[in-house]
């Protein structure tokens, strides 16, 4: 069974920045994928960036190339979103996922998906 935990969320002033933290399994990190992606209220849940399992293959959504960095720590199987330059727009829960499909993969074939954490961007 895979599980994947979110930390790091919380609440921030736009231009500001937070660094989310994604745990798995050895087992999952060696042969899965792994992504980010995000749900605003109201709005579907929809890609923010991916990180092929060798760690080439990075992908980023338009909306934040530039601002924000996926990259893995392969000693310690986690996952991070290092998110800077914040805007208001950025307020979402965000999700941690895995996939044994292309890191490009569109959202249907993720298979496996932490429980979401929020990320709060005043103005």
């Known amino acids: 069974q895979v599980h994947l935990a979110e930390s790091g969320g919380g609440t921030v002033q736009a231009g500001g920045s937070l660094r989310l933290s994604c745990a798995t399994s050895?087992?999952?990190?060696?042969?899965?994928?792994m992504g980010w992606f995000c749900q605003a209220p109201g709005e579907e849940r929809e890609f923010v960036a991916s990180?092929?399992?060798?760690?080439?293959?990075?992908h980023y959504a338009d909306s934040v190339t530039g601002r924000f960095i996926i990259y893995r720590d392969n000693t310690n199987n986690m996952i991070y979103l290092s998110m800077s330059n914040l805007k208001p727009s950025d307020t979402a829960i965000y999700f941690c996922?895995?996939?044994?499909?292309?890191?490009?993969?569109?959202?249907?074939?993720?298979?496996?998906w932490g429980q979401g954490i929020q990320v709060t961007v005043s103005s």
């Open positions: 996922a895995a996939t044994q499909w292309p890191a490009s993969s569109p959202i249907g074939l993720w298979d496996y």
């Open positions: 050895e087992q999952t990190f060696s042969n899965h994928n």
């Open positions: 990180i092929a399992w060798g760690g080439a293959g990075i």
